[in-house]
């Protein structure tokens, strides 16, 4: 089904060649794959390979791009230890996946359930659930943030209805970082549209023999559903850990840029920017963005490693 | 036409079992009778309008003076102000149709390249054979979850020693060479699902690989086509972080480049004319929506987009 399913396959058995038909019978297609692919193969190496690998020279070096890189071995690497904005910024950007991640997901899983019990209307729903997600990675919406979230806010507004006295929830260093969790939370749209398939695959068969054994509506949701779900629900996880590690858009808008206040939105995509971009440390930057790839890749290996403890699959 | 759905893939396959195969609704769905439904729908309607609640405010408020913006809670506005969008529209260097324009030819870019380049890559992937198939489809696959930040700073120099900074270039020449690499997984799943009786049957015909891509499978992977365009469509409107990188002259900023500009130059204090303008970025992406829903839910539901 997934990215992930194929690697985990291709991992575990090496895909012997299919059986075919007699017709089908040939050597090799070679030149004709040479052909379809030469695009993909010019841009592998012209705008992915060899920018990864200049980006790994980069990082061993200083590089503000009007002189040559100029090789200062660790020295990034050890700066990076000592720079408090760098530590801020990766404190700022675990505390999101760490919180928005999963929070997301249970919303997601949650409504997925509900939608699935036979509703009526459960398009209409869906897609007015899936809008936010559609929208919530513009600029748009992240401007939409800074007026909701704002001192003379929408939410203020609305809490004042209740007599309750809001604050600039976007100009408070402990309320900014939470306004954009919440923001990641509201586009759980797009994972409960999967889990919606996944729940749409599972037999009845096994819901009716849980019923007959007595099994009560939560019993059925933890031992049928969870166990079933648990692949999709850990593509999802996994995906959305990734992608959520490189969020920018949202801090960058509703901070203006800064990061702020007092750095508290500074996100780790953010910081790489200001450093790479508008200091011109090209070399400090692509130090970054390595230590980057290695934590999305330790995140995920990890990830792999634990899902061995609660992913269930049937095969 | 069951040849066109998407393949359930490494789903388990359906039960044959007939109790499976009435549909959920009809027994699942008689959980408490009606007073059961009925709190559920509502609970529903008023999450729903909870969830989008700020959206039909930012739209409401896109028509009401700024003054009112702050005060009202209303959806509706109280005093109608039609300026906000003539004013948004012409209050940046240009007019604000031409960063619409500016985004909608980047956009036309690389639906070309991810429609074309992606499609073609797909085909080799899941129906050519080649030494090292496998190698290639793994790396393809890992290049997916690359971090383009890991890749940007390179880029750029690479882009700038070439004179192609502050055009739309950089943002189109990665598509036109398939580095989507996401979409052509998305292609590799819907050809596989395709029944091989067809291609033998045209190469019987006496078809080469490139008549039979053209012919037999790009036909038929229209739905695959479609949700490729509309992704590519979604995400490329969106895309902030490398066109915030390459573009940085006012002539050739996008819409969302252009947002943000409002933010920066007005230091929040006109809401009325960023919501205007707001709304009016929103609306393609509405539109697409609107219109390419099917294949949008499917394609989502099929491999799993983000």
Redesign the interface.
């Known amino acids: ?3 992930i ?3 985990r ?2 991992s575990t058995k ?2 012997g ?1 299919r059986p ?2 007699v ?2 019978l ?5 030149r ?6 030469a ?2 193969f ?3 190496f ?3 390979l ?3 690998g ?2 790994a020279y ?1 990082s061993f070096t200083r590089y503000d ?1 009007l002189s040559a890189p100029q090789w200062v071995g660790l020295q990034n690497f050890v700066d990076m230890v000592h720079d408090p904005r760098l530590l801020q910024s990766l404190r700022v950007t675990f505390t999101y996946v760490v919180t928005g991640v999963p929070l997301q997901l249970v919303a997601a899983l949650a ?1 997925a359930v ?8 459960l398009a209409f ?8 997600s ?2 919530g ?5 992240a ?2 943030w ?3 979230f ?1 001192e ?1 806010g ?1 939410v203020n ?2 809490l004042g ?1 209740f007599g309750i006295e809001g604050m600039g929830w976007v100009s408070n260093p402990d309320t900014a970082l939470w306004t954009i969790v919440l923001l990641h939370v ?1 586009t759980f749209g ?1 994972p409960m ?2 889990f ?3 729940l ?2 599972i ?3 096994y ?2 023999a849980a019923q007959l054994d007595g099994a009560s509506k939560w019993r059925q949701f933890r031992s049928v559903t969870l166990p079933l779900l648990s692949p ?1 629900i850990f ?2 996880l996994v ?2 850990v ?2 959520a ?2 969020a ?2 949202q801090a ?2 509703v901070s ?1 840029g800064t990061g702020g206040p007092s750095d508290s939105t500074l996100f780790y ?1 953010l910081y ?2 200001q450093e ?2 508008q200091n011109l440390r ?1 070399g400090y ?2 130090a ?3 230590v ?2 290695l934590i ?1 890749l330790a995140m ?1 290996g990890a990830n792999f490693l634990l899902s061995k403890f609660w992913v269930f699959y ?2 | 036409m069951s040849t066109t759905t998407l393949p ?5 396959p ?2 044959t ?1 007939l ?2 195969q ?8 008689r ?1 408490r009778g009606r007073t059961g ?1 009925a709190i ?2 509502t609970a ?1 309607i008023l ?2 309008l909870v ?2 609640y ?2 039909l ?2 739209l409401g408020s896109s028509f009401k003076p700024t003054s009112l ?5 209303s959806i509706f506005p109280s005093e109608w102000d039609w300026t906000n969008y003539s004013v948004g529209w012409n209050s940046l260097t240009y007019q604000f149709g031409r960063y619409m324009l500016n985004s909608l030819a980047i956009v036309g870019g690389a639906l070309l390249g991810n429609l ?2 992606c499609a ?2 797909g ?2 992937f899941a129906r ?4 090292g ?2 190698i ?23 882009f ?1 020693r070439l004179d192609l900074v502050n055009t739309f270039w950089p943002l189109i ?2 598509k ?4 989507d690499a ?1 979409f ?2 998305l292609m590799v799943q819907f050809f596989r699902g395709i029944p ?2 067809l291609e ?1 049957a045209a ?2 015909d006496g078809c ?3 008549r039979i ?1 053209l012919r037999v499978m790009l036909p038929l992977a229209v739905p695959a086509l479609a949700t490729t365009a509309i992704f590519t469509f ?1 995400w490329t ?2 895309d ?2 490398s066109q ?2 390459f573009l940085t002259s006012d002539d050739v900023k996008t819409a ?2 252009a ?2 500009m ?3 130059s007005t230091s ?1 204090s006109n ?1 009325g004319p ?2 205007a303008m ?2 009016v ?2 609306i393609p ?2 539109l697409i ?1 609107l219109f390419g ?1 099917k294949y ?2 499917k394609g ?7």
């Open positions: 089904m997934s990215a399913s194929e690697l396959t291709l090496r895909r060649p075919t038909a017709t089908n040939r050597k090799s297609d070679g004709a794959a040479a052909v379809f692919l695009p993909w010019l841009g592998l012209a705008i992915t060899f920018p990864l200049a980006s980069l791009m409504i509900l939608l699935n019990q036979g509703m009526r209307g729903y869906r897609s007015v659930v899936y809008l936010p559609l929208m990675g513009s600029v748009a919406i401007i939409l800074r007026q909701v704002g003379d929408l507004k609305a209805v509201w797009s549209v999967i919606l398939a996944g749409r695959q037999p009845d068969m819901y009716e999709i593509f999802n995906m959305q990734i992608t590690f490189q920018f858009t960058y808008v203006g995509t790489l920017y790479g971009f090209m930057a692509s970054m963005a390595w980057l790839v999305v995920t049937e095969d | 359930p893939g490494g789903l388990r359906r039960t079992d109790a499976a009435v549909p959920a609704r009809r027994r699942r769905g959980w439904s559920r729908h529903m999450g729903c969830m989008i700020p959206v405010w930012l913006i702050f005060r009202e809670l074309v380049t073609m890559a085909y080799a050519l054979r080649f030494r198939r496998n290639w489809f793994t790396i393809m696959l890992i290049t997916i979850m690359l971090p383009i930040h890991v890749i940007i700073v390179p880029q750029y120099v690479m700038q020449v990665p036109l060479l398939a580095t996401f052509i997984f091989r009786e033998e190469r019987l080469g690989h490139a891509f979604i409107w969106n902030f972080f915030l990188i969302p480049l947002l943000k409002f933010t920066d929040g809401w960023q919501f707001s709304i970025t929103i992406l509405f929506f829903q949008l839910v989502i539901a099929t491999t799993g987009i983000k």
